[in-house]
């Protein structure tokens, strides 16, 4: 019996680890600006719209819309053939920033732009879970 194939991990770095705390959690955090309210992603040490270094880590409500996405026949990894076809969107937050992730859950191929979606957490290790989103009805 062979073992099933491992799944390539996310490390973190001191700029990333309060978003992957938070998620092993099973909240999404952002980073949001104190200097001009400005959300962003992904983890930088300045805000992006002003160049402040007052960022904070805050949660957001985990709803957005799918802006774009694929559905992939091909896999990249020995992990990801198990899960043939699945779908990878860009997210656009209700908050404004965008991330990449999988779509998961029934319907997940009935993926389409605009549709609404939630986040969700895929737990990978003791340490780690990967936000992942859900299609809204």
């Known amino acids: 019996m062979s073992e099933a194939p491992a799944r390539p991990l996310p490390q973190p770095t001191d700029l990333t680890r309060p978003y992957w705390q938070a998620a092993a959690q099973g909240e999404l955090h952002m980073q949001h600006c104190g200097a001009c309210g400005q959300w962003q992603f992904y983890p930088r040490p300045f805000c992006i719209h002003c160049e402040a270094e007052t ?5 957001v409500s985990g709803l957005g819309r799918i802006y774009t996405y694929t559905i992939n026949h091909r896999a990249p990894n020995a992990f990801m053939k198990l899960r043939l076809p699945y779908v990878v969107a860009i997210v ?9 992730a999988n779509i998961q859950g029934e319907g997940a191929l009935d993926a389409a732009i605009g549709r609404r ?3 969700l957490f895929e737990p990978v290790s003791e340490e780690l879970a990967l936000p992942q989103f859900a299609l809204l009805e």
């Open 117 to 119: 979606v939630k986040v």
């Open 92 to 100: 656009e937050l209700d908050e404004g920033p965008r991330l990449m």
């Open 55 to 59: 960022l904070q880590w805050r949660a």
